[in-house]
C-alpha cells in the first residue's frame, strides 16, 4: 500500500512482522496501544488501526508509561527509530528497562538519522560517513542490546530485516513476556546512510544482513575477533523481574488496607468500650 517510506526501506517489513504476530496472537485492536516519537520509524502508527500515539522527538517511552499507568489492561507497544531512542530519548531508554515496566519496544536500527537528513546515531558504526560526519564517524557506537541488558530489561533479541519471519517471531516472544522487552529490529537506510558509504541499493544491503547476522547459538561458538563487524540474531536476554505495574499496584493496595485499619480502628475501639 502507499506510504511515506522511500522504496526498498526496511522500514514496512518491521511493520509486517509486528502485524503478524499481533495476528498469531489475536490480540483485539482495541486491547493494543502503538505509541512512537518522531523520525521515519514513528511513521508506523498512521498506517494500522490501533489506539495509537504520535509523540514528541525522543519521548515515545515517557509518553507509554503514561499510557501504561492510566490503564495497566492495554498491550502498549514502542516502536522508534535509533535515533528517537538512544540519542534524545536515550534517558527514557535507560530508565524505561530499569523500572521493568511492562511494554515492548521495537528499536528500528538503520546506523542514521534518515527523516531529518542523514546525520549520524547512536549507533553509526566507527569510522562510517554521515552528512554531520562528511569524513567519518569518530565516536564508539552503542550496542542497543547490550544497553537494554544492562539497564535491566526482561527480555531483549535482535532481528534483521532479511530474517522477516525471525524478525516477527521475537516480536511475538517479546509481546508475551511479563516487564520491558527490547526488540532490535536492523534495517537499511540506502537513500541515507548507504549512499553516503557506498553499500548499494536497498536490495544490497538488505541481502548483506544474511551475513553479517550470527545466530545466538553459533555466536557462543566464535571470538570477538570473529564476530568483529557483526551482530548477534536471537533471543540474548530472558530473564524473571518484578514488573513494575504489579509492584505499583501492591503498593496501592497496601496504601488502601492501611486507611481502612486507620479508619476501623477508633470504631473497634469504641465497640469495645462500649462492651465493657
Known amino acids: 500500500f502507499p506510504n511515506v517510506w522511500c522504496p526498498g526501506c526496511g522500514i514496512g517489513i518491521v511493520l509486517g512482522a509486528f502485524i503478524r504476530a499481533v495476528d498469531r496472537l489475536a490480540i483485539p485492536k482495541d486491547e493494543i496501544a ?3 516519537g518522531i523520525g521515519c520509524t514513528a511513521r508506523i502508527p498512521a498506517y494500522v488501526d490501533f489506539n495509537t500515539l504520535h509523540t514528541t522527538h525522543g519521548r515515545p517511552l515517557a509518553f507509554a ?21 538512544l540519542a534524545i530519548g536515550g534517558n527514557h531508554f535507560i530508565h524505561s528497562c530499569r523500572r521493568n515496566i511492562d511494554m515492548t519496544l521495537v528499536v528500528v536500527n538503520n546506523y542514521i ?4 537528513g542523514g546525520q549520524y546515531s547512536p549507533t553509526t558504526p566507527l569510522g562510517k560517513k554521515a552528512s554531520t560526519a562528511p569524513y567519518m564517524t569518530l565516536e564508539q557506537p552503542f550496542d542497543t542490546c547490550k544497553l537494554a541488558i544492562s539497564a535491566g530489561a526482561s527480555f531483549v533479541a535482535r532481528g534483521t530485516v532479511y530474517h522477516a519471519t525471525l524478525l ?19 534495517s537499511n537506510c540506502h537513500t541515507q546512510y548507504g549512499r ?18 550470527v545466530p545466538v547459538s553459533t555466536a557462543a561458538k566464535m571470538t570477538p575477533e570473529q564476530l568483529e563487524g557483526k551482530y548477534i540474531t536471537g533471543v540474548l536476554a530472558d530473564i524473571e523481574r518484578p514488573e513494575y505495574i504489579q509492584q505499583y499496584q501492591m503498593l496501592i493496595d497496601g496504601a488502601q488496607n492501611r486507611i481502612v485499619e486507620s479508619e476501623e480502628a477508633p470504631k473497634l475501639a469504641k465497640s469495645r468500650k462500649q462492651e465493657e
Open 113 to 116: 538519522y534518515g527523516m531529518t
Open 65 to 85: 508509561t503514561g499510557v501504561k499507568l492510566a490503564n495497566p489492561k492495554l498491550k502498549v507497544v514502542v516502536i522508534s527509530g535509533d535515533g528517537d531512542i
Open 168 to 186: 516477527s517471531n521475537l516480536i511475538e516472544k517479546a509481546l508475551q513476556k511479563t516487564g520491558f522487552s527490547v526488540v532490535e529490529a536492523m
Open 196 to 213: 553516503q558509504n557506498k553499500e548499494g541499493t536497498a536490495t544490497k544491503m538488505i541481502l548483506a544482513q544474511k551475513e553479517l547476522a
Open 34 to 36: 502503538l505509541v512512537s
